[in-house]
């Protein structure tokens, strides 16, 4: 009986060890390549005051630097962001950010968040990105922004500006959100944009523009929500300051829920473009 015990035994550690090979073996996936040039459109009545095509063979660290760590900063997010190339590279005229299942410093997951802070500060203009977002359970890809008195007065009380944020469980569905004193976190002004495909299939451009008293949404061009002073009542209006952008890919966390059990690592996020426009 001992005998066939060991040899069941043996042949699970096998197949186990089988399955671990395969998934660690996984490829890191080709990212889908965007046009060589996109152009860059002016809008009427508006300047072209900074943009980052990721044309180059390095990210630029005049534009951006980055958030390190794990935790999500309150989100319950099961990701540990890093710098390395592993999470966060150019290729192919785009920027890539990839999120990883790997244990990394006490985390089973990776990925990356940049930011501009310091570097790339805006107050008002048309802040737009053309992007591709990955398809999956438990993720959570964002195009947002901070107020750049982030360090002095913290959160919510710097305002925080969501241009698009995704989440794997609804395939379809992207939002725009306003954080503020008195209305964070699921408080939230916020407005779905539902499509009837799958958002993650291509490419799409989202953005904002911003005046000094409201704030309004788009989705491959066309307006799906306008915010204003008025909509926030008698609480603060944190957006009449300059804010940094922010691009992230978490993974797991309160809003997206859990990892699915079908989503597949590594998984990754394409920037074609960040460009800011203003009023001449």
């Not at 063979?57 to 962001?81: M, P, R, S, V």
């Not at 002095?152 to 305002?159: A, F, I, L, S």
């Not at 779905?192 to 299939?201: G, K, M, T, V």
């Amino acid at each position: 009986m001992q005998l066939i015990f060991y040899l069941r035994l043996l042949m699970l550690v096998i197949v186990s060890l089988s399955v671990l090979r395969t998934v660690t073996a996984q490829e890191t996936p080709v990212p889908e390549v965007a046009p060589e040039t996109t152009p860059i459109e002016v809008p009427e009545e508006w300047n072209l005051v900074w943009h980052d095509e990721f044309d180059g063979d390095t990210i630029d660290d005049t534009n951006w630097t980055y958030d390190l760590g794990a935790g999500g900063w309150g989100n319950g997010e099961a990701q540990y962001y890093t710098d390395r190339p592993e999470n966060v590279r150019l290729e192919d005229g785009l920027l890539i950010i990839e999120a990883r299942q790997e244990r990394y410093e006490e985390s089973y997951y990776t990925s990356a968040r940049l930011k501009s802070q310091g570097l790339q500060e805006f107050q008002y203009g048309r802040i737009e990105a053309r992007l591709k977002v990955p398809t999956g359970k438990g993720l959570w890809p964002a195009f947002w922004m901070l107020g750049s008195n982030f360090e002095t007065v913290g959160w919510p009380d710097c305002g925080e500006i969501d241009i698009m944020e995704y989440i794997g469980r609804e395939s379809d569905l992207i939002f725009g959100t306003l954080h503020g004193p008195g209305y964070a976190g699921a408080s939230g002004l916020s407005k779905w944009n539902r499509q009837d495909y799958d958002i993650a299939d291509d490419f799409h451009t989202y953005a904002i523009e911003w005046e000094e008293d409201q704030i309004t949404w788009f989705y491959d061009g066309v307006a799906y929500n306008t915010y204003t002073r008025s909509d926030v009542g008698e609480r603060e209006w944190p957006f009449d300051q300059p804010f940094f952008v922010i691009l992230n890919l978490a993974v797991g966390g309160q809003l997206p829920g859990p990892v699915g059990l079908d989503t597949v690592f590594p998984t990754q996020y394409l920037v074609d473009y960040v460009r800011v426009f203003q009023k001449r």
